[in-house]
């Protein structure tokens, strides 16, 4: 059986809070993600399939994001 671990970094990015500020409305209308920001924690998920989260890293690579 696989890493979990492995299955959840396919499939998520977690960045700091206020990092989508100026693009989460563009990152929600061209990709199928979640974007879940706990209430206790300064994070925000954007959760999608592993495909669309390799686009997605590169959507906010173009747009300055720098990945952890």
Do not use: C, N, W
Not at 19 to 28: F, G, K, S, V
Not at 30 to 50: C, L, Y
């Amino acid at each position: 059986m696989g890493d979990p671990a492995a299955y959840r970094d396919s499939t998520q990015i977690v960045l700091p809070v206020g990092t989508l500020e100026d693009i989460e409305a563009d990152l929600e209308a061209e990709f199928m993600v979640s974007v879940f920001r706990p209430t206790d924690a300064e994070i925000v998920r954007i959760i999608g399939s592993p495909v669309v989260i390799k686009e997605v890293t590169e959507f906010l690579t173009r747009h300055g994001v720098h990945m952890p």
